[in-house]
């Protein structure tokens, strides 16, 4: 608005300075646009002021008085800033709304295939995790840019949601990791497994609730998504030897964290305050 204030004030101010007539309106082009682009280099705020002034010649109809005309023209700048700037409050930040839920349903869908795949496809997965991770955060801080100063409520938190997708990758990361300790072709615990396929379903849930990533996912996943249960209802223990009982320690751990950072990453999702501690 600063640049457009003062392209309409140089370029009123050469109209009358300057002869009218073609050669007159050259001159104060040239002049004009000139010395506002010098400014503009080191004024950045002034960079559609040579526009501006540019517009204030040109489009000045030669019969019109000088007066008239500068004041048309800046009725029609302002209005123009003006649908400009309710453009950007209103269409922009739902633009980067629905962009960022698309981003977030990605990065769970890949967290869900990365749970249950098998050691051969973890490298490519994890590079494609750090991809999208970075695509989230570059997002994420234009949707917040976007959104400053305006009220929140019921937007996704992007930043709420970046901690708590990055921490359900360390959970992810620590399922597997626990699961790994069993002797190759040893299948987990039913207990263990059940957990396992409740934080799997729960983030297939999450990514079909958004709308992406998760488009094989039926109306059960949906409401598993909902809420994760907690490690009584699913009957995870420790019971057996001091291996069993290392390994259900070690994946009641990991499940824990996942059911955190899910309940973190709803409460982002709705644009509330995210708990501080599980349940």
Known sequence: LVGTIAGAVIGFLMALATPSGEWGTLVALGLSTGMLAVCAVHYPSLRIAPMTAAIMLVAAPSHADVMVSALHRVLEIVLGCLVGIGITLLVFPRRAETLLRADVADVLSLLARYLVADGDASPSLDLRLDEA??????????????????????????????????????????????????????????????????????????????????????????????????????????????????????????????????????SAILGRVAPVAGG
Not at 221 to 228: E, T, V
């Open 133 to 266: 991770f970075g695509r989230l955060a570059t997002l994420g801080k234009q949707a917040s840019a976007e959104h400053f100063g305006r009220d929140h409520d019921g937007r996704l938190d992007a930043q709420g949601a970046d901690h708590a997708l990055r921490q359900l990758r360390i959970a992810v990361t620590g399922l597997r990791r626990a699961a790994a300790r069993l002797p190759p072709g040893t299948p987990l615990p039913a207990t263990l497994a059940a957990a396992g396929d409740a934080v799997h379903t729960s983030i297939l849930g999450m990514a079909a609730e958004l709308g992406a990533g998760g488009a094989a996912a039926g109306g059960r996943d949906r409401r598993a998504a909902a809420h994760l249960p907690t490690d009584d209802q699913i009957g995870l223990s420790a019971a057996g030897d001091a291996h069993a009982e290392a390994l259900a320690m070690s994946y009641g751990a990991a499940y824990a964290h996942a059911r955190l950072a899910l309940e973190q990453l709803r």
